[in-house]
C-alpha cells in the first residue's frame, strides 16, 4: 500500500490539531501549570497527583478520547495522524493528563476482538481514563515480559507486581498484561479493585505520576478478559507502533515548546554586547535543535501514515521516529538548560517541567538505541551468534 | 490505483505515460567510457559527448524542461517536471551533464532575463548544446558572497569584465557562465550586478580556464580568470545594482528550493552498492569482517548505519512533508536544510562505509582489487566538496537561525 | 619502594607518615544525617555542624592549608597539600565544606591581601570556623564577569555597596563573601575592585541572603542582596581598580590551575555505586536489563561506557602531563582544560547512566526504591550546574581558543 | 608494578624527541614532501613508491632503528616513551620511509626468543628495514588470522596472500606470519626470494607503499624460522599494545600539524570582516581538536609507559590511547578540511597528504569502535551470548 502524500493529513485532521492548539494555549500555560504541579520542590515530599481535572473533562467532552477509537465501537475513528498531531500538542503543553495513558491503552484494546475489548473501547469514549500496566521490574520493553500471573481458566486470580505504571492516579481502570502457562493475556481490573494495592513512586516528572501496582490474589471474572491465550502479547505488538508513534510525538511537541523558549531566551539575554544568539556556539546548536524537530516530526507522520495506509512498513518508521524523537528529548532538554544559563538550572525557570517529561518519555518505552538495534533486526535481520 | 497517482492531475497522469512509453524506446546505449559520479566530475571529452547526446535526446524526448513556457523551449506544462525526474530515476538512465545550467542557470535566466535572450539561450541549455557554469565564488569571497570583488565597468555601452572566479564546475566544458559581479565599489550589497557571459567564444580574448585538481586526484572544477573581457548589456540580468537579489534566485533553486524542479535523472552505470544511498551500508556490511564474524553482525556498526539510514529518512520525510503547509510552521524552514543535511549525512555515512571496509577501504579507484572499485574513499572524499562548496555547512547554519529562527545576525 | 614515593622529598614522605597514621587515629565518627553530593549541596545546620567539625579537627590533625606559611596558620610545607588530598581520599573521609574558602578564598587573600587580613582570615577559614562565599555572578553578567554592575563608592573612608549578587553556593551559611564589584563606572575592566565582606554579620543590616532552588529540589545557592552594605578599606584586596586581576587569581585556582592546591577530601558516606565516577557504569550495567539480556551485554552500551572511560582516563592522564613540562607545549593548555572536560565527561556519563537504569532512572530521591538512592538522575540534574557555573563551557572554549591557540576574540 | 611521574621521559628521550624534532624540520618539509609524493595527481596512474632514501639512511645513522632493540642484540633498548616520542615526529612529518614498518617488525621481533630473532634485531640495528605481512584479505585485525599457509617439518613452504602489507617497496626483509596445524609461526623471508610476488596496491595514501604478496612454495629453512608452534600468533599478542601506541603516536603527530595549520589558516583568512578563528563556529571545534589531541598525547605516553612499568595494564591503556588516536585522525582530518574552505579541498593544499594518511592508520589496526570492543572485553568481561 502507499501512502497519501500529506500524510493523510486534511482538513479534519488540521482542524483538530487548530482547535487542541488554542485550547491548550488557552487554558493550560506553562505558568498555570508550574503552579500546578511545582509547589513543592523537596526531593522527599509525600507523593502527590497534581493535575486539573477540570482541563480532562473538557478534552473529554471535545472527543479527544474518541479519536483513535472505531466508529463501531462509538468512537470518531479517525487516522493515527489525528492522533499524533494531539498528542505533539499535548506534549508541547507538557499536560499533566491521562491522555497518553488512555490512548495507549486504546491502541493496545482495540487490536482485541470480543465483546470485552467493544466495551472497553465504549467505556474510553465516554471518557473514562485508563492505562497500562504489566511492565516488569527491570524495566523490559518487551511485550512479553511482565510479572504479573494469571492462573486459572475462567475465573483468574492475578499475582504479582507491575512496575512503572503510568498516571494511574489520574486512571479509573487497568488494562493488566498478565502471564499464563499459554501466553501472555490482557484483563481489565479497575483500580480500587479488592486485592490492588497501587504503590505511588516518586519521581522525577512532575507531569506524570506513576506507581507500581501489586495483585494480591485479584480475581478476573470472564467479563474482565480481554484477550485470552497469548492474544495480550499479540495485541501489544500490534499497537507498538502506534505507541511509540504516539510518544514520538509528545517528545517533537514538548522539543519545540524547547526550542521555542530557547529561542525567546538567546534574543533577549545579553551578554559581552551582543544578544546571545548572536554567538556561533549558540545559533548553531540551536539550529540544530530545530533540525532535529524537524527530522522527528517528519517521521512522525510518517509512521502515523504508515500506520493507517502502509502497514507493512509501520514498525519501521515507527521505530524510526521514535528514535529520533528521543534524541530530539535528550539534545533539546540539554542545550535549552545549557543556553539559558543559570536561570536554567533553576527551579523557578519553567524548562526543568519539559526536561523531566522528555527524560521519562525517553526511557519508559525502549530509548533510541533500543530502537536502533530493533529497527536493525526489521532490516538487516537478527544478529548472528 | 495508488494514492500517488489518485493525485495526480490528468496532465501529470498522461504525462507519467509518454515518459514510460519514451524511456521504455529510447534507453541510451551502454556508455563505453567510464562514467564519472556526478556531472561535476566529467574529466574526458568522450565521457562529455556521451552525457551530452543522451540529455539532447531526453529534451527532445520531451523530458527536460517540461514547465517552461513553450516560447522557452520548455513543455509548457504545470509540475511535470517531478514526473519525468521519477520515471528518469526508475529507468535508472545516465544523469544529465548540464546539471549547473539545468538547476541554477535555467531558472535564474526565467526570472530575470529578458525575453530575447530567454528564447535565445533555455532551448540551447536544455538540449546541453549549451554548457553552463557558474561565477560566485572567488579567492576572497568564499562563504562570503556579498564580497565579491570582480568588477564591470561600464565603458560606453558595453561592460568591461575584470576579476578571477574559483571552484567553477564544468567551466573547462562551458559555452556560458551565469555570473555575479561587483559594479559598485561602495555599496556592498547594492553594488553587484548579474550577467550571462559566454566563456567559450572569448577563450584566449579576455577569458582563462586553469582546472584545479580536487584532493581525490580528479579535476572538475576550475579557476576562471578575466582580463578586460567585453561584452554587451543585452546580457545583463535584472537591473543593475540587482545582482544579490538575482542570485538569491540562483541559490534558491540550487538548494531546491525554488518554484522550478530541476531536471534529474539516474545515474544510469552506477552499481548496486555504489557510494549514494545510507541503506546501501547495509549491504556493504555484509561483505566485510570484523573481529571473526561479519560486519553486519557487529552490534555497534548496526547502530551507526541505523543513525545514518534514520536521518537520510528523515531528510527524505523532511522534504515531503514541506510540501504540506498545514504541517509546517515558516515555508522555508525545511527547504532551507535540504542541502545542509543531505551533504553532511552522505560525509558521515561515508566515513562509516571506510570504517566497515576497514583495511580494504585503502584501496583507490586505481586499483584492481578495490571494493566498488574505490567508490566510497571517493565518495568520502568528495562529500567535503558538497559540505564547502555553494554555501558551507556553518553559513548554512548562520542562514536558518538567522532567518527561521530570528537570531542575531553573525555578522 | 614505588616509583611514586621515590619522587617524594624528605618532606613530603615524613609528612605522608603523619597523615596516615593521623586519619588512622581520627576517622570521623559516621554522620547520623544524610549528607550531600557535595559541600555546595549542605542543605541543613546539622549537615553543616557535622562537617564544618570534621574539617576543623582535620585542620588541627595538620592536614589543611599544610604549603600556607605558618604566620597564616599554615603548615608552612612545599608540595605537602597533594599528600594530604590523597590520603584523606584514600580514607574514604567526608568532604571538607568550606569549599569555596578553601578553593578560591585563600588562595585569592593570599597573593592579595594585607599581612594583617591574611592572618586574622585564613586560620578562622583553615578550621571552618568561617565559612566563605563567593560573589561574582550577576543577573546581568553570567559568563561576562567584566559587566559586573554591583557597585562600592567610597564616602569618606568607607566604601558603600549596592547591588546584587546571584548563583552564590553556601552564602546561607557563609561568614564571609569575597566579592568583586565596580568602582569605576567609566571603565569596563580597570573598573574593577575586589574585598572581602562579613556576610553573616551584615545580615539585615545592608544584606539579604535568599536562596534559590535548583531543578533538582535541592537548595545550595542564593541571591545576596547589597543595600547600603558599609565597610572599611581594611578589607579591600590588591589595589583599587585592580579587581580584574585578582579576580583572575581566584578563577585560576578554581580551575585547579594555580599555585596552591585546594585541600580536598572524599566523599566518605557515599557508596561503591555512586555517581561519581566513568568507571561505575560498568558496574551499573550489570545491574540492568535491556531487551532480554544485561546491559552490560549489550554492545552499544559497552562502546558508550568505553568511550566515557576513555575520555575520563584521558583526563587523569592529561593532569599528569602537565606536570612534565618536556610533554607540554604551552603551560596552560591542559590546566585550563580541566574543568571545561570534567565536567562534560561527567554531564555525558550521567545521561549514560540513565539509559542504563531505564525506566527505573524515573525513581527519584524520594523513593524507595530507586535504584542507587536516585543518585544518577541527581547527578544527571547537577551536571548541568558544572558546565553553566564558573564559566559556561562556552566561556571556557573561547578562552582556550584565545589564550592557547592565538585565535581572534570572540567579543 | 607503578609508573614513574614523568612517564619515563627523562633528559635522554627528550634529547632523541628534539634531534628528531628539529631533523625533521630541517629535511622533511611539507612543501618538500608534496613534491616528492604528489606530482602525479591521477588515481589511475601507474603505482610507484616516492621516498627519500637519504632521509631514511640518516635516520639509520642517528639510530632510530635501534631504539626499540634490546642492548643484547646491538640495539639502544630505550623505553616505549622514547619511541612515541620518535613515532609522534614521524607522524607530525607524515614522513615516507620504512620506520613505522620495521618498528612494527622490531617489537614483534624482540617477543621472540633464539637466534634467528638475534641475528634479525642485529640487522635492523644495522639499518635492514621489515615490514610485517600476514593480514589476510578480510583485513582481520587479529593475528592468529592469516591467509599463508606453512607446511612441512625442519624446510618449510609458504603458500598462500599476505594482504596489505605496508611500505615492503622500502624494506628488504618480509616477517611472515603464517598458519600451520600447531598455530601461527613466523618467518623471515627476504623480498626477492624465488616465489614471492609482490603486487603493489594503488592506495589512497601518498605516504606509504602497500602491497599484498602472494607466496607460491617459498621454501624457508630452518635458519629462517623466528617462532616456530603458535609462536607467531603469541609474538604478535605480546607485541600488540607497542604496536597501537606506536600507530597512535603516529596520529597524534599528524593531528598536531592539522591542528596548528588550520590554526593558522584560520587566523589569516578573512570572512564577513573577521579572520574565520574570530567565530564560535570554527574556534570551538577547532578547540576541540586540541582537546582530543591533548587527551590521546596523555593516553600514548601513559600506554608506553605502561608497556614498560605497568605491563598488567599495558593492553588495557593501548586500547584506549589507540582508540582516542583514531578519533583524533577522523576528527582532525575532517575539520581541517571544512575550515580551509575550498583550498582544503585541492589537491594544491598539503592537507590531504596528512588526511590519506590519517585514515590509513585508523583502519589498518583495528578501528576505534574495535579497540573499545576490546576495551570492554578486558574491563567487563566477553559479552555473554
Known amino acids: 500500500m502507499a501512502q497519501p502524500k500529506n500524510f493523510g493529513f486534511g482538513e479534519d485532521e488540521k482542524m483538530l490539531r487548530d482547535t487542541a492548539q488554542k485550547f491548550l494555549k488557552d487554558n493550560a500555560s506553562v505558568d498555570k501549570l508550574h503552579k500546578l504541579v511545582a509547589g513543592n520542590p523537596d526531593p522527599y515530599r509525600a507523593i502527590e497527583s497534581h493535575w486539573d481535572k477540570s482541563i480532562w473533562d473538557k478534552i473529554v467532552e471535545m472527543g479527544w478520547t474518541t479519536v483513535a477509537v472505531p466508529e463501531s465501537a462509538g468512537g470518531m ?13 499535548v506534549g508541547r503543553a507538557a499536560l499533566p493528563s491521562p491522555f497518553i495513558a488512555t490512548v495507549n491503552a486504546t491502541l493496545v484494546v482495540r487490536e482485541c476482538d470480543g465483546a470485552v475489548a467493544e466495551q472497553l473501547l465504549g467505556e474510553i469514549a465516554e471518557g473514562k481514563a485508563m492505562t497500562l500496566a504489566g511492565i516488569n521490574k527491570l524495566g523490559s520493553w518487551k511485550s512479553s515480559d511482565t510479572d504479573v500471573t494469571a492462573k486459572g481458566d475462567g475465573d483468574v486470580v492475578l499475582n504479582g507486581t507491575a512496575y512503572f505504571v503510568q498516571d494511574v492516579a489520574k486512571s479509573e481502570t487497568l488494562i493488566v498484561r498478565a502471564k499464563s502457562s499459554k501466553g501472555v493475556g490482557l484483563y481489565t481490573v479497575a483500580v480500587d479493585a ?24 485479584v480475581k478476573v471474572s470472564s467479563a474482565q478478559v480481554i484477550a485470552s491465550g497469548n492474544g495480550g502479547a499479540e495485541a501489544m505488538d500490534k499497537a507498538e507502533p502506534a505507541i511509540l508513534t504516539v510518544v514520538a510525538a509528545d517528545m517533537v511537541g514538548a522539543g519545540e515548546w524547547q526550542l521555542q523558549t530557547t529561542v525567546e531566551y538567546v534574543n533577549t539575554r545579553e551578554q559581552f554586547g551582543h544578544t546571545l544568539g548572536y554567538f556561533q556556539a549558540v545559533k548553531h546548536p540551536v539550529v540544530n535543535m530545530m533540525i532535529m524537530i524537524d527530522q522527528a516530526k517528519s517521521l512522525v507522520y510518517n509512521a502515523a501514515c504508515a500506520i493507517d495506509d502502509e502497514p507493512e512498513s509501520a514498525m519501521k518508521f515507527a521505530r524510526m521516529a521514535n528514535a529520533m524523537g528521543s534524541d530530539v528529548a535528550s539534545f533539546c532538554s540539554n542545550r535549552a538548560i545549557q543556553f539559558h544559563g543559570g536561570i536554567g538550572f533553576t527551579w523557578e525557570c519553567y524548562l526543568h517541567l519539559y526536561t523531566k517529561r522528555q527524560k521519562h518519555n525517553q526511557v519508559m518505552y525502549g530509548d533510541s538505541k533500543y530502537q536502533r538495534a530493533k529497527l536493525a533486526e526489521l532490516l538487516m535481520g537478527p544478529v548472528a551468534a | 490505483m495508488s494514492a500517488a497517482s489518485r493525485k495526480e492531475s490528468p496532465e501529470q497522469a498522461e504525462f507519467r505515460v ?10 541510451p546505449e551502454k556508455a563505453t567510457v567510464r562514467l564519472p559520479e556526478s556531472p561535476v566530475e566529467i574529466m574526458t571529452n568522450e565521457q562529455m559527448d556521451y552525457l551530452r547526446s543522451w540529455q539532447k535526446s531526453a529534451y527532445e524526448g520531451g523530458l527536460i524542461g517540461c514547465d517552461y513556457p513553450k516560447s522557452q523551449g520548455g513543455g509548457g506544462m504545470t509540475n511535470c517536471q517531478p514526473i519525468a525526474n521519477q520515471e528518469m530515476q526508475a529507468a535508472g538512465v545516465p544523469m544529465l551533464p548540464n546539471v549547473i545550467g539545468l538547476g541554477m542557470g535555467a531558472p535564474t535566466i526565467h526570472y530575470h532575463a529578458q525575453d530575447a535572450l530567454k528564447e535565445r539561450l533555455l532551448p540551447l541549455l536544455f538540449s ?37 572566479k574559483v571552484w567553477t564546475s564544468l567551466a573547462h566544458f562551458a559555452d556560458w557562465m551565469i555570473i555575479l559581479v561587483r559594479t559598485d565599489k561602495e555599496d556592498k550589497h547594492n553594488g553587484l550586478s548579474y550577467f550571462v557571459v559566454p566563456i567559450k567564444a572569448a577563450l584566449g580574448k579576455g577569458v582563462t580556464v586553469r582546472p584545479l585538481i580536487k584532493i581525490t586526484g580528479e579535476t572538475g572544477f576550475n579557476e576562471v580568470l578575466f582580463d578586460n573581457l567585453e561584452i554587451t548589456d543585452d546580457y545583463r540580468l535584472d537591473e543593475v545594482g540587482n545582482g544579490w537579489k538575482v542570485a538569491m534566485t540562483t541559490l534558491l533553486h540550487e538548494r531546491g528550493a525554488g518554484q522550478l524542479v530541476t531536471p534529474s535523472a539516474g545515474r544510469g552505470v552506477v552499481k548496486k552498492e555504489s557510494a549514494g ?13 570484523r573481529d571473526g564474524k561479519l560486519a553486519s553482525d557487529d552490534p555497534v556498526i548496526r547502530e551507526e548505519i541505523m543513525k545514518a539510514i534514520i536521518r537520510q529518512e528523515g531528510s527524505k520525510q523532511d522534504a515531503r512533508r514541506s510540501r504540506v503547509s498545514s504541517l509546517c510552521d515558516h515555508p522555508m524552514r525545511l527547504p532551507l536544510q535540504t542541502k545542509l543535511l543531505m551533504t553532511e549525512i552522505r560525509q558521515d555515512y561515508a566515513a562509516l562505509a571506510l570504517e566497515i571496509q576497514g583495511p580494504a577501504s585503502s584501496l583507490y579507484l586505481g586499483d584492481d582489487n578495490a571494493p566498488s572499485a574505490g567508490a566510497w574513499p571517493l565518495a568520502y572524499m568528495n562529500s567535503y566538496g558538497m559540505t564547502i562548496a555553494a554555501g558551507a555547512s556553518e553559513v548554512q547554519r548562520n542562514i536558518l537561525g538567522e532567518r527561521i529562527l530570528g537570531l542575531a545576525k553573525s555578522k
Chains 1, 4 share one sequence.
Not at chain 1, 486485592?195 to 494480591?216: E, P
Not at chain 2, 544511498?277 to 569482517?289: I, N, Q
Open chain 2, 277 to 289: 544511498d545510507a541503506y546501501s551500508l547495509m549491504g556493504l556490511a555484509k561483505e566485510f569482517a
Open chain 1, 77 to 89: 475513528g479517525m487516522n493515527l495522524t489525528a492522533l499524533a498531531a494531539l498528542a505533539e500538542e
Open chain 2, 128 to 164: 546541453a548544446e549549451n554548457i553552463w557554469c557558474q561565477g560566485f565564488s572567488e579567492p576572497g569571497a568564499g562563504s562570503d558572497l556579498a564580497n565579491v570583488q570582480t568588477f564591470a565597468e561600464k565603458v560606453g555601452d558595453k561592460w568591461v569584465i575584470n576579476g578571477h
Open chain 1, 194 to 217: 479488592d486485592g490492588v494495592n497501587i504503590v505511588a513512586d516518586s519521581i522525577i516528572d512532575l507531569t506524570r505520576d506513576q506507581a507500581h501496582i501489586q495483585f494480591n490474589n
Open chain 2, 18 to 27: 509518454h515518459c514510460r512509453q519514451w524511456l521504455s524506446e529510447n534507453t
